[in-house]
Every structure is written in structure tokens, then in C-alpha cells.
């Protein structure tokens, strides 16, 4: 993720990248590769979901915000309790989780955190299946919890274990 | 009366070894809940600078020993340094501080990515690595202060880059406001409070012996 030397508009990066077979994001100007979701990622991401549901959430995943023109993330889930918005979020839902990939830039990962700050979401969690941590974004930094919003992460581990067994 | 203070003599002067004996002792930590058992009081959390001087209102300051800084934190798209496989410099105020925790990473490393190492030197030379096990989170609790911190990677088209750093007076300390002793002592103090133990039970024997 060099300092690049032309900044592309939104149209540019559509006609460049919305149909790439790897998933881009747009970030301020710049193609950001999302990250190749492993099997655990893939199956943590469904597992959150149905638990967020359990919790009286409603959960989606790799929902593409659209909050501010000149950002366009799509983290891994979102979920709320009120009225989800179609046909894309234009304000922030209470959750936004990002799981980790092997290939996450770590720079624009804590990023795309303080703007998800800055927009509103109230609990921002960034999930490292690998290294079986929880962290939830402070506003400032990531800090390890024991729990997702009410969810133990022991259940989310456990479950992720069952899953990938 | 001659023999008591001869005692607490000995007893004054094995103590007073021990306690001389203790060099730095330090404990790190990758996450958050051992880092609140690490300090007392609470944490400060500093608001990083967005342009130069690099340094905070609180008298952190950031410098590049082989490079320039132009960010810290996470504003903008560019990392904290101009050069790749540079080293980023925290220097403390009020000649150090006891515990420090730092988010930070390495500006287009992955999270997960093994490879991704970065490493961390504190003033005092001690030395620590995230070799196979990164963790976005560190922080240190040190019984003396710490001066300067120096982060870097081994991979030479990397950039350091820090995203947030908390302070706190570390458990630790044994001076400042709030510090308590160490609760653990190294093998030297051990030895010499062994040491200060046997001649103290040595006298005492003498004395019961000369009283008798």
C-alpha cells in the first residue's frame, strides 16, 4: 500500500475494480485489496451473524457503506436492532465487525476503525480468528475484550472450533 | 545493648543490599487486562501529534533516527516515516516513564502475517520481539524509568507506525507517587537476602551462646 501517484475518483475505481474477481474497497482516493477470507474467517463470519440474531440483532454481511462519498467499506458484518436501510447503510447501525485475514492491511484495518468511530457506530470490533482475540475499538485504540457486546468470546471460539473440527 | 545494635546493624545492611540489588525489573504484556494489573491509578492517553514538532502537549516526542517523520496516528494515507525499513524514536517526558502501552504496527504489514516482525528497544537495552506472534498491542510496566523507545522491523521496505500510546505509573516503581516494591525480586536479591538471613541467625546464635 504505497503512496500512490494518481488519485482515482469513484467511477475510476468502479470501472477498474467492481468487477475484480479479488474484493477491493475504496478509500479515500486509493483501491484497498480486502483481505482472502480463510476458512475460519468464513465460518466466524456466519457464526457472529446467528449469534448477533440470537441477541436480537439483524445481522448482514460484507454490507457496503455508503456514508461518506469518498469511502466506500464493506466490513465483514453489521447489524442493528432497528430498521436495516436499503439499498445500502448511509448512516452507522450500532455493531460493525471486521474478522481478520492473513492479507488484512494493518494500517487501513485501524483506519477504517477510527472512521467507524467518527461515523457513529457505537461497538466496533475487529475479531482475529487466528490468534483467538476479541479487540474493540476506544475511539483511540484496539483493547482486548472478553466479550462481544454480550456474547462471551468463549462461545464464539467454541463454536468456531465445532465448526472447522 | 552493644549486641542489638549490632543486629539491627546487620539486618540494615542486608536490606539495604537488597534493595540496591534490584536492577529494572520489567514486565510486557499484549493485552488489556494484564496491562490494568500492571498499574496503579489509571492511564493517560495522549493525542499524537498530526504535524511537526512531533511532539505532544504532554512532552512525548517523535523522531526517525534514519529517517523523517511526517505522521502520527492514523490521519492520512502516507505512514509515520519517509524512509522504508526506518526506526521510530519515542522519547519521554519528565526524564521517562514507568508503563507505556502502544498500539502499533507496520504501515503495509497484515496482521497475521508471521513474517511481519516488528521490534521493539527500550532506553535501558532491553529488547522484544512480535517474531510469529504479532499482537497490534504492547506495553511495558518497568520498576525504573524508561527513557526512549525505539521501534523497527526486520523487513527492510516496512515504516513503524504507531496508532495510539497510554501511560501510567507502573506497579512496579519503587519511586514516584503510587509505586510499590517489585513484586518480583531477581536471583541477586534473593541471594542477598539469603545471605542477610544466615548472618543474622549466626549473631543471634552468638548472642543466646554469650548470654548463656
Not at chain 2, 527500550?122 to 524508561?146: C, K, T, V, Y
Request: with cysteine.
Amino acid at each position: 500500500m504505497a503512496a500512490i501517484a494518481h488519485r482515482l475518483s469513484l467511477a475510476e475505481f468502479q470501472a477498474k475494480y467492481g468487477l475484480s474477481d479479488v474484493a477491493y474497497e475504496y478509500w479515500h482516493g486509493e483501491a484497498i485489496p480486502k483481505g482472502m477470507p480463510s476458512s475460519a474467517h468464513g465460518f466466524l463470519q456466519g457464526i457472529l451473524m446467528r449469534l448477533l440474531e440470537e441477541a436480537g440483532y439483524k445481522a448482514g454481511g460484507d454490507v457496503e457503506l455508503r456514508i461518506e462519498p469518498d469511502a466506500r467499506p464493506r466490513p465483514d458484518i453489521i447489524a442493528t436492532k432497528g430498521k436495516a436501510e436499503t439499498p445500502y447503510p448511509t448512516k452507522a447501525v450500532e455493531i460493525v465487525i471486521e474478522i481478520l485475514s492473513s492479507d488484512d492491511p494493518m494500517f487501513h484495518l485501524l483506519q477504517k476503525c477510527g472512521a467507524y468511530h467518527e461515523w457513529g457506530f457505537e461497538f466496533i470490533y475487529v475479531v482475529d480468528p487466528e490468534g483467538r482475540q476479541i479487540y474493540r475499538w476506544t475511539g483511540k485504540a484496539l483493547e482486548t475484550v472478553t466479550e462481544l457486546v454480550s456474547i462471551p468470546a468463549i462461545r464464539i471460539w467454541d463454536a468456531l472450533d465445532q465448526a472447522i473440527q | 545493648m552493644q549486641q542489638k545494635t549490632r543486629w539491627i546493624a546487620i539486618c540494615l545492611a542486608a536490606g539495604l543490599c537488597a534493595g540496591v540489588a534490584g536492577a529494572t525489573t520489567i514486565d510486557t504484556g499484549t493485552d488489556n487486562a494484564s496491562w490494568l494489573t500492571a498499574i496503579s491509578g489509571t492511564q493517560t492517553d495522549t493525542t499524537l501529534p498530526t504535524s511537526s514538532p512531533w511532539t505532544t502537549t504532554d512532552g512525548f516526542s517523535f523522531t526517525a533516527p534514519n529517517s523523517t517523520v511526517r505522521q502520527t496516528g492514523l490521519t492520512g494515507s502516507n505512514s509515520g516515516l519517509t524512509t522504508n525499513g526506518a526506526k521510530l524514536e519515542i522519547t519521554m517526558p519528565n526524564g521517562g516513564e514507568t508503563a507505556i502501552l502502544l498500539n502499533l504496527g507496520l504501515f503495509a504489514g497484515y496482521y497475521v502475517d508471521r513474517s511481519n516482525t516488528v521490534n521493539i528497544e527500550l532506553s535501558d537495552g532491553e529488547q522484544f520481539s512480535s517474531a510469529g506472534n504479532f499482537n497490534p498491542i504492547f506495553w511495558f510496566s518497568s520498576s525504573g524509568p524508561i527513557t526512549s523507545i525505539t521501534i523497527s522491523s526486520d523487513i527492510p521496505n516496512e515504516q513503524p507506525f504507531i496508532a495510539s500510546l497510554s501511560y501510567a505509573t507502573s506497579i512496579l516503581a519503587t519511586s514516584g507517587t503510587g509505586g510499590t516494591t517489585s513484586p518480583i525480586p531477581e536471583p541477586a536479591t534473593f541471594l542477598l537476602v539469603a545471605a542477610g538471613g544466615l548472618i543474622f541467625l549466626g549473631a543471634r546464635r552468638r548472642w543466646f551462646r554469650h548470654q548463656a
